[in-house]
Nanobody
Framework: QVQLVESGGGLVQPGGSLRLSCAAS????????IGWFRQAPGREREGVSC????????YYADSVKGRFTISRDNAKNIVYLQMNSLKPEDTAVYYC???????????????WGQGTQVTVSS
């Protein structure tokens, strides 16, 4: 069984930064990726970013490229999402997810966490 626990959400002004953390426990295969999707009221679920456990290969949605950076600490089983230049449209609940890397990129997840709220507002 895999557990994912998110932290680091909160309220930030436009242009500000936040760093989300996802602590993973349980057995995660090397070909898996750990990433994030977000869900805002009235909007479709959006895959934000993903990092492959084995080689660090990364994926970013076009909407966050150049602003968000995903990284991993394999020793601690933690994945981070550094979010800079935040915009009001980034407001959403962010969920940490895992599954085969290609599946996660395509929007298919085996496990997900409880989510953490990110609100970008002045």
């Amino acid at each position: 069984q895999v557990q994912l626990v998110e932290s680091g959400g909160g309220l930030v002004q436009p242009g500000g930064s936040l760093r989300l953390s996802c602590a993973a426990s349980g057995f995660i295969l090397d070909y898996y990726g750990i990433g994030w999707f977000r869900q805002a009221p009235g909007r479709e679920r959006e895959g934000v970013s993903c990092i492959k456990i084995s080689d660090g290969n990364t994926y970013y949605a076009d909407s966050v490229k150049g602003r968000f950076t995903i990284s991993r600490d394999n020793a601690k089983n933690i994945v981070y999402l550094q979010m800079n230049s935040l915009k009001p449209e980034d407001t959403a609940v962010y969920y940490c997810v895992t599954g085969p890397y290609a599946s996660v990129v395509a929007g298919g997840y085996d496990y997900w966490g409880q989510g953490t709220q990110v609100t970008v507002s002045s």
